[in-house]
Protein backbone atom coordinates (compact mmCIF):
# COMPACT_ATOMS: atom_id res chain seq x y z
CA UNK A 1 0.00 0.00 0.00
CA UNK A 2 1.41 3.62 -0.77
CA UNK A 3 -1.65 5.54 -0.95
CA UNK A 4 -1.89 8.23 2.30
CA UNK A 5 -4.69 10.14 3.36
CA UNK A 6 -4.00 13.39 1.19
CA UNK A 7 -4.06 16.70 3.90
CA UNK A 8 -6.72 19.14 3.83
CA UNK A 9 -5.01 22.21 2.68
CA UNK A 10 -5.51 25.15 0.33
CA UNK A 11 -4.55 24.06 -3.50
CA UNK A 12 -3.51 26.85 -5.59
CA UNK A 13 -3.34 27.26 -9.11
CA UNK A 14 -3.80 30.19 -11.46
CA UNK A 15 -7.92 30.87 -11.85
CA UNK A 16 -9.15 29.46 -8.97
CA UNK A 17 -8.14 28.16 -4.94
CA UNK A 18 -9.43 25.77 -3.68
CA UNK A 19 -10.21 25.70 0.45
CA UNK A 20 -11.17 23.06 2.40
CA UNK A 21 -14.88 23.52 3.17
CA UNK A 22 -16.28 24.71 6.28
CA UNK A 23 -20.10 25.53 7.47
CA UNK A 24 -19.17 29.87 7.75
CA UNK A 25 -18.80 29.09 3.46
CA UNK A 26 -22.07 27.22 3.04
CA UNK A 27 -23.83 31.11 2.48
CA UNK A 28 -21.24 31.74 -0.10
CA UNK A 29 -21.96 28.43 -1.74
CA UNK A 30 -25.31 28.88 -1.57
CA UNK A 31 -25.02 31.68 -3.99
CA UNK A 32 -23.06 30.07 -6.58
CA UNK A 33 -24.91 27.30 -7.07
CA UNK A 34 -28.32 27.39 -5.48
CA UNK A 35 -30.15 27.57 -8.90
CA UNK A 36 -32.15 25.54 -10.74
CA UNK A 37 -29.74 25.16 -13.56
CA UNK A 38 -27.34 23.64 -11.53
CA UNK A 39 -29.57 20.88 -9.77
CA UNK A 40 -31.72 19.95 -13.05
CA UNK A 41 -28.73 17.86 -14.16
CA UNK A 42 -28.64 15.93 -10.91
CA UNK A 43 -27.02 17.69 -8.94
CA UNK A 44 -28.50 17.12 -5.12
CA UNK A 45 -30.21 14.68 -6.26
CA UNK A 46 -32.20 16.75 -9.10
CA UNK A 47 -34.46 19.50 -9.27
CA UNK A 48 -36.38 18.66 -6.02
CA UNK A 49 -33.53 18.61 -4.14
CA UNK A 50 -33.03 22.06 -4.56
CA UNK A 51 -33.33 24.59 -1.64
CA UNK A 52 -33.50 28.13 -2.43
CA UNK A 53 -34.18 29.37 1.31
CA UNK A 54 -29.94 29.76 2.19
CA UNK A 55 -30.85 28.41 5.76
CA UNK A 56 -32.74 25.01 4.08
CA UNK A 57 -29.19 25.10 1.99
CA UNK A 58 -27.08 25.12 4.44
CA UNK A 59 -29.35 22.39 6.70
CA UNK A 60 -28.96 20.43 3.30
CA UNK A 61 -25.37 20.70 2.62
CA UNK A 62 -23.97 19.51 6.60
CA UNK A 63 -25.59 16.18 5.65
CA UNK A 64 -25.09 15.90 1.74
CA UNK A 65 -21.38 17.03 1.35
CA UNK A 66 -18.81 14.24 2.97
CA UNK A 67 -17.31 17.00 5.78
CA UNK A 68 -15.64 13.84 7.14
CA UNK A 69 -13.57 13.23 3.99
CA UNK A 70 -11.92 16.05 1.77
CA UNK A 71 -14.48 18.68 0.74
CA UNK A 72 -13.55 22.39 -0.90
CA UNK A 73 -14.83 25.49 -1.86
CA UNK A 74 -13.54 26.26 -5.75
CA UNK A 75 -12.87 30.02 -5.14
CA UNK A 76 -11.69 32.81 -8.30
CA UNK A 77 -8.09 34.18 -8.01
CA UNK A 78 -8.02 37.45 -9.50
CA UNK A 79 -4.48 39.16 -10.49
CA UNK A 80 -3.61 36.91 -6.72
CA UNK A 81 -6.31 38.47 -5.06
CA UNK A 82 -9.35 35.95 -3.58
CA UNK A 83 -12.60 36.68 -5.49
CA UNK A 84 -15.69 34.80 -4.65
CA UNK A 85 -16.57 31.31 -4.58
CA UNK A 86 -17.79 29.41 -7.04
CA UNK A 87 -18.41 26.17 -6.53
CA UNK A 88 -17.44 22.51 -5.10
CA UNK A 89 -15.99 19.46 -5.16
CA UNK A 90 -14.47 16.60 -3.11
CA UNK A 91 -12.36 13.57 -2.67
CA UNK A 92 -13.87 11.20 -0.91
CA UNK A 93 -14.75 7.35 -0.69
CA UNK A 94 -11.10 7.02 0.26
CA UNK A 95 -9.86 3.51 0.20
CA UNK A 96 -6.12 3.69 1.36
CA UNK A 97 -5.42 -0.23 1.27
CA UNK A 98 -7.37 -0.26 -2.53
CA UNK A 99 -5.46 3.07 -3.16
CA UNK A 100 -9.07 4.48 -4.60
CA UNK A 101 -10.60 7.49 -4.54
CA UNK A 102 -13.35 9.13 -5.75
CA UNK A 103 -13.70 12.46 -7.07
CA UNK A 104 -16.96 14.28 -7.01
CA UNK A 105 -19.87 16.17 -5.67
CA UNK A 106 -18.95 18.75 -7.88
CA UNK A 107 -21.22 21.77 -9.08
CA UNK A 108 -20.30 25.52 -10.23
CA UNK A 109 -21.96 28.67 -10.81
CA UNK A 110 -23.67 28.62 -13.96
CA UNK A 111 -21.36 32.15 -14.16
CA UNK A 112 -18.43 30.36 -14.54
CA UNK A 113 -19.45 27.40 -16.90
CA UNK A 114 -17.18 26.92 -19.96
CA UNK A 115 -14.13 28.71 -18.34
CA UNK A 116 -11.08 27.72 -16.93
CA UNK A 117 -12.52 26.90 -13.48
CA UNK A 118 -13.25 22.96 -13.97
CA UNK A 119 -10.89 22.33 -15.78
CA UNK A 120 -7.93 23.51 -12.89
CA UNK A 121 -9.93 22.41 -10.23
CA UNK A 122 -10.13 18.94 -11.94
CA UNK A 123 -6.27 19.23 -12.57
CA UNK A 124 -5.61 20.32 -8.68
CA UNK A 125 -7.85 18.01 -7.18
CA UNK A 126 -6.12 14.78 -9.48
CA UNK A 127 -2.80 16.13 -9.07
CA UNK A 128 -3.64 16.07 -5.25
CA UNK A 129 -4.83 12.58 -5.15
CA UNK A 130 -2.25 10.68 -7.26
CA UNK A 131 0.27 12.63 -5.52
CA UNK A 132 -0.80 11.26 -2.76
CA UNK A 133 -0.49 7.78 -4.00
CA UNK A 134 -3.85 6.51 -5.05
CA UNK A 135 -4.09 4.51 -8.17
CA UNK A 136 -7.48 4.73 -9.18
CA UNK A 137 -9.98 8.18 -9.20
CA UNK A 138 -13.41 7.40 -10.02
CA UNK A 139 -16.01 10.12 -11.21
CA UNK A 140 -19.53 9.80 -11.78
CA UNK A 141 -22.44 11.13 -13.18
CA UNK A 142 -26.47 10.56 -13.27
CA UNK A 143 -26.25 8.88 -16.36
CA UNK A 144 -28.81 11.22 -17.83
CA UNK A 145 -26.74 13.87 -18.12
CA UNK A 146 -24.84 13.68 -21.57
CA UNK A 147 -23.26 17.25 -21.10
CA UNK A 148 -21.82 16.10 -17.98
CA UNK A 149 -20.39 12.75 -18.92
CA UNK A 150 -18.81 14.13 -22.18
CA UNK A 151 -17.32 16.60 -20.13
CA UNK A 152 -15.88 13.78 -17.69
CA UNK A 153 -14.50 12.22 -21.22
CA UNK A 154 -12.97 15.19 -22.63
CA UNK A 155 -10.41 15.27 -19.44
CA UNK A 156 -9.78 12.05 -20.37
CA UNK A 157 -11.60 9.90 -18.09
CA UNK A 158 -12.43 6.21 -19.31
CA UNK A 159 -15.96 4.90 -19.28
CA UNK A 160 -16.26 1.89 -16.95
CA UNK A 161 -20.05 1.37 -16.94
CA UNK A 162 -23.79 1.94 -15.36
CA UNK A 163 -24.72 1.44 -12.09
CA UNK A 164 -28.36 0.57 -12.24
CA UNK A 165 -30.78 1.65 -9.75
CA UNK A 166 -27.58 3.14 -7.60
CA UNK A 167 -28.71 6.07 -6.15
CA UNK A 168 -32.43 7.56 -4.75
CA UNK A 169 -32.73 11.05 -6.45
CA UNK A 170 -35.14 13.99 -4.16
CA UNK A 171 -38.23 13.33 -6.05
CA UNK A 172 -38.02 9.28 -5.33
CA UNK A 173 -36.94 7.94 -8.96
CA UNK A 174 -33.52 5.90 -8.87
CA UNK A 175 -30.96 7.06 -10.55
CA UNK A 176 -28.49 5.11 -12.73
CA UNK A 177 -25.03 5.97 -12.34
CA UNK A 178 -22.31 6.55 -15.14
CA UNK A 179 -18.56 5.31 -13.46
CA UNK A 180 -15.17 6.51 -15.18
CA UNK A 181 -11.97 6.60 -13.92
CA UNK A 182 -8.24 7.67 -14.33
CA UNK A 183 -5.88 5.54 -13.35
CA UNK A 184 -2.21 6.41 -12.26
CA UNK A 185 -0.57 5.25 -15.15
CA UNK A 186 -2.99 7.93 -17.13
CA UNK A 187 -2.29 10.27 -15.20
CA UNK A 188 0.40 11.97 -16.95
CA UNK A 189 -1.45 12.55 -20.07
CA UNK A 190 -4.63 13.52 -18.93
CA UNK A 191 -2.45 16.58 -16.83
CA UNK A 192 -0.99 17.39 -19.62
CA UNK A 193 -4.17 17.49 -21.61
CA UNK A 194 -5.59 19.83 -18.50
CA UNK A 195 -2.60 22.17 -18.40
CA UNK A 196 -2.89 22.43 -22.27
CA UNK A 197 -6.04 23.27 -22.58
CA UNK A 198 -5.65 25.85 -19.75
CA UNK A 199 -2.59 27.00 -20.91
CA UNK A 200 -5.52 28.81 -23.90
CA UNK A 201 -7.20 30.62 -21.45
CA UNK A 202 -5.59 34.10 -20.45
CA UNK A 203 -6.33 36.81 -17.51
CA UNK A 204 -8.42 36.13 -14.70
CA UNK A 205 -12.51 34.29 -15.34
CA UNK A 206 -14.91 36.78 -16.12
CA UNK A 207 -18.18 35.12 -15.47
CA UNK A 208 -20.85 35.51 -17.68
CA UNK A 209 -24.19 33.53 -18.56
CA UNK A 210 -24.43 30.11 -18.84
CA UNK A 211 -23.55 28.43 -22.36
CA UNK A 212 -23.31 25.00 -23.62
CA UNK A 213 -20.80 23.65 -21.66
CA UNK A 214 -21.22 22.62 -18.56
CA UNK A 215 -19.94 21.55 -15.07
CA UNK A 216 -19.13 18.31 -14.10
CA UNK A 217 -22.21 17.15 -11.14
CA UNK A 218 -21.88 13.75 -9.86
Do not use: C
Request: proline residues 6%.
Amino acid sequence: MTAARPASALLTGRFVRLEPMTADLLPDLHRAIAVPDVFSGGYGGGPAGLRADPDAFSAWALTYYRWDELPFAVRLIRDGIPGPVVGTSTLADLNLQQETVQLGWTAYSPAVWGTAVNLETKLLLLGHAFGAGFGRVSIQADSRNERSRAAIEKIGGVFEGVLRREKLRADGTWRDTAVYSILAAEWPGVRAGLQSRLSRFTGAVETHAAESASPIQE
